[in-house]
């Protein structure tokens, strides 16, 4: 028997908005104003880490769910994911209308998702309680890893992102270069750590699937 995982890596599209920030004395100077913005603030969260199982699918199925040739393989156990972020990021200008160099301060919120989360156990051992039983126990030990990493991540992240993105009061010549060089810069970060994450992710789930371990679920009913 093979119990294989498979994950997908997605990342959404940035939601990004701007906004002229108000300030208590409009006649200010204009390095006066930017120093009175607010800090720039970074969130991270993630979609709460919810299991679905499902034993309708054949053994052929869930060997092409796999990526594995039917004609090398049987795969009678899967489990997928789709490991990604929504992000919003929402930037106060302010701009001096004179030269239009603009300052602003972001206020960023990501939210890391691993779902769905599904276990798959193939239909042919709805009726062979200890080998279905087996190879669920195999799978949980990938599920375990998911949810891990979700929060390791988050956690991560939450320590990085400001530094490694920007603390910092943003200025730019005007409000359009500011937004356009922030949120590139925030896209190309979170992408590259997505991206890094995944990797790490895709090692760890392998040194879960050993020959030793499915040798040991394979005669788990023997």
């Known amino acids: 028997m093979r119990a294989a995982v498979n994950a997908a890596l997605f990342i959404v599209t940035l939601l990004a908005s701007a906004c002229t920030a108000d300030t208590p004395n409009p006649f200010a100077s204009f390095e006066s104003r930017c120093a009175a913005l607010p800090a720039a603030r970074y969130e991270v969260t993630t979609v709460p880490f919810e299991v ?19 004609s090398r ?16 990021s929402e930037i106060r200008l302010i701009e001096e209308r ?29 009726d062979d309680t200890c080998r279905h039983d087996a190879t669920r126990e195999h799978e949980l030990q990938h599920v375990a890893v998911y949810q891990q990493k ?3 991540s988050a956690q991560k992240l939450e320590r990085q992102l400001a530094a490694d993105v920007g603390a910092q ?3 730019d010549a005007s409000g ?3 937004r356009r060089a922030y949120e590139a810069r ?11 994450e995944y990797d790490e992710l895709t ?5 879960i699937d050993t020959p030793e371990e499915y040798a040991r679920v394979a005669a788990a009913c023997s």
């Open 52 to 70: 679905q199982e499902v034993d309708t699918a054949d053994v052929r199925e869930l060997t092409q769910r796999s990526g594995s040739s039917f």
């Open 73 to 88: 393989h049987r795969t009678y156990g899967l489990t997928t994911v789709s490991f990604g972020h929504e992000t919003q």
């Open 98 to 126: 004179a030269s239009g160099r603009t300052c602003g301060s972001p206020h960023v919120t990501v939210r890391l998702s691993m779902q769905p989360v599904v276990i798959y156990v193939a239909r042919e051992l709805r």
């Open 150 to 152: 979700l929060d390791e």
């Open 169 to 171: 009061v943003l200025r």
């Open 176 to 178: 359009a270069a500011l």
């Open 186 to 196: 925030l896209r190309n970060y979170l992408s590259a750590f997505m991206r890094a």
């Open 203 to 207: 090692e760890r789930q392998a040194r």
